[in-house]
């Protein structure tokens, strides 16, 4: 069994000259669609302060608090 990429070229390959700019235009918005990749890990990744027991028992608090939320 071939892999998508592979199943795609052949796919590509038997296309008909006529559909070949239809699907190029299409291939071609998934690739605008797609967002790109966020970098690991997050700017607020970390910034809690203390134990990992207290920030488990502060979580609601701190979370209260906008911690990991976007500026406005």
């Known amino acids: 069994m071939s ?28 690739l605008v669609a797609t967002p790109p990749s966020r970098s690991w890990p ?12 207290d920030v488990s028992e502060r979580v609601e608090e701190i979370l209260a608090e906008g911690l990991g939320q976007r500026p406005a």
């Open 42 to 53: 997050p700017a607020w990744f970390a910034i809690a302060e203390g134990s990992a027991t």
């Open 3 to 30: 892999t998508p990429r592979d199943e795609l070229r052949e796919l590509v390959e038997h296309l008909p000259d006529e559909q070949v700019t239809a699907a190029l235009s299409e291939l071609r918005a998934r």
